[in-house]
């Protein structure tokens, strides 16, 4: 369903290079910043050779902790972007760097010795920036899959569970009192899909807390549940709501409305994550609504996720609400203290790595916000401890993790950020979150997402949802604007350090 080209062939270096920034963007969102700038910032694309896209990463162990922990989830993306790309050759970037020489120049390494010749590198930007003169009303990048870029499902029943995540599944995750209801609801849908009472399975709570990660291990079960009998395995379409909207935009353009609707109501299964960014579309939400009904009416099962409950989900037309809400209502609570260390045996167990149970209170502890940071941070450990060849240890761990743990030491959060700034320019705090673009406006939303990113351990995702649920390449953008204007500046860097002293006491 992802599917951004053509089946057959991959496409043209200029689209490449975007299809590339945009499984970047995607990881980016979903392991987090922490986890991100530790493993995958520095992976660069290669090449495209047949079925194989070789990706490069600048040491050995870098290029092996990223082909064994994120292999399979690179390989699904790109395979709902170019489905003729079926394995990714991870490489090790041979020295001097493939960018700055001929091919020919290259130093016969025993590593690039045993690789066939490299075509010419293709360099993809780290993120895509946000374009400038936005026309979409929320400031997310504008929706412009080119026509010929249309995604095509080449075959209705085929395999749309690509874009699942292998490693979500029921038997890795951890169950506890904030959790259970949702688990209980995911894993009885799992086994009789589409009862009434239970369609849709609408899963909501706050970042990170394990909605993804449930709605992935019902639809895996789902997918699979004929295929011990012999039959084949069932369709299940995954997006999320942004995707969604694209797709239906794009099928508008190139006038392929039909076919879009055709195949996503063929699916036996339907999940579309983060629900909340269909507000105020009216077509998209239209569209959506229609192919609900459809999919509800022929018996398919429907998983929703969303940041809040139906009722609470302002901008949704009435009739959709209700629609989402006449099913199963689930939600996931923050974490508790017992639930967290739960989560750290169990990501620490299935690693191999003895993680002392000191180190594991103290994270517990310290890092309260969400799973994703968590687990980000005791990934960061082992893998640092692997790297040196040492036991992970308290001192260890308060070391290699001192960014992290300084952020929520401070405790501020994005709300209070916000709160400040909006008084001290004397702005109303619904624009922190309104689409408004005067400069007047703009500009303390700006210094109120840099001094977010500064002050705060939230990824740019997570940011950019607060601000009225924007894209994180305009927190990007509004960070470095930030930081260009107070170099610039003098009056301007004052100000935003006085905001910045402000809030850390
Ligand atoms: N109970 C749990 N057991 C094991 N892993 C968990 C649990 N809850 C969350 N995780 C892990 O935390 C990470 C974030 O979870 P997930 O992506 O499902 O969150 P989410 O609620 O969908 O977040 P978002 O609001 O950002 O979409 C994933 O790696 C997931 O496997």
């Known amino acids: 369903m992802e599917n951004a080209v053509g089946p057959s062939s991959p496409p043209p270096p200029a689209q490449l290079a975007e299809v590339w920034a945009r499984i970047r963007g995607r990881l980016r969102e979903e392991v987090g910043e922490v986890e991100y700038r530790t493993w995958l910032r520095q992976m660069t694309l290669s090449a495209i050779q047949g079925e194989e896209a070789v990706v490069l990463l600048p040491t050995r162990f870098l290029r092996d902790w990223v082909r064994g922990h994120y292999g399979d989830r690179l390989r699904a993306l790109w395979q709902a972007e170019v489905p003729s790309i079926r394995r990714i050759d991870f490489r090790v970037t041979p020295e001097p760097r493939a960018a700055d020489v001929a091919p020919a120049a290259l130093p016969a390494t025993a590593e690039a010795s045993r690789q066939p010749p490299r075509p010419a590198p293709l360099r993809a930007p780290e993120a895509v920036e946000a374009p400038a003169g936005l026309a979409e009303p929320l400031g997310r ?134 629900l909340q960014f269909l507000i105020g579309k009216d077509n998209t939400q239209e569209e959506f609504f229609h192919t609900f009904n459809a999919l509800v009416d022929a018996g398919k099962q429907i998983i929703v996720s969303a940041d809040k409950s139906p009722s609470d989900l302002s901008g949704i037309e009435d009739r959709l609400r209700t629609r989402l809400g ?153 960070v470095s604007r930030v930081a260009e204007l107070m170099q610039a500046d003098s009056a301007f860097a004052e100000d935003v350090e006085l905001l910045r002293r402000m809030l850390e006491t």
């Open 141 to 274: 990048p504008a929706p412009a899959p080119a026509p010929a870029a249309e995604p095509r499902n080449p075959d209705p029943r085929g395999d749309w569970s690509a874009p699942l995540d292998p490693r979500f599944t029921f038997d890795t995750f951890v169950v506890g009192k904030p959790n259970e209801f949702a688990y209980a609801c995911a894993r009885r849908v799992a086994e009789k899909p589409a009862s009434p009472g239970f369609n849709p399975l609408f899963l909501y709570g706050g970042v990170g807390l394990g909605k993804t990660h449930l709605m992935h291990a019902a639809a895996w079960a789902i997918r699979d549940s004929g295929v011990a009998e012999g039959r084949p395995p069932l369709s299940v379409a995954y997006m999320s709501a942004e995707k969604f909207m694209y797709r239906f935009i794009a099928a508008l353009r190139s006038q392929s409305t039909m076919e879009f609707k055709e195949s996503l109501r063929s699916v036996d299964v339907l999940l579309i994550d983060d």
């Open 326 to 478: 006449c099913g199963m209502v689930a939600d996931l609570h923050a974490t508790t203290y017992e639930l967290r260390i739960s989560i750290l045996q169990a990501k620490a167990q299935s690693q191999g790595v003895p993680v002392p149970p000191k180190v594991m209170e103290f994270l517990a502890h310290k890092i309260t916000s969400n799973v994703r940071e968590l687990e980000g941070a005791l990934n960061r450990l082992i893998a640092h401890a692997n790297l040196f060849g040492r036991p992970v240890t308290l001192e260890g761990a308060q070391e290699v993790l001192h960014d992290i743990l300084r952020a929520h030491d401070r405790r501020v959060t994005i709300e209070e950020i916000q709160k400040r700034v909006a008084e001290h320019y004397n702005i109303r705090l619904t624009d922190m979150s309104s689409p408004r673009r005067a400069r007047n406006v703009a500009r303390p939303r700006q210094v109120a997402m840099y001094l977010a990113k500064q002050l705060t351990s939230r990824s740019l995702p997570e940011i950019g949802r607060r601000f009225g649920g924007r894209d994180h390449t305009t927190v990007m953008h509004a």
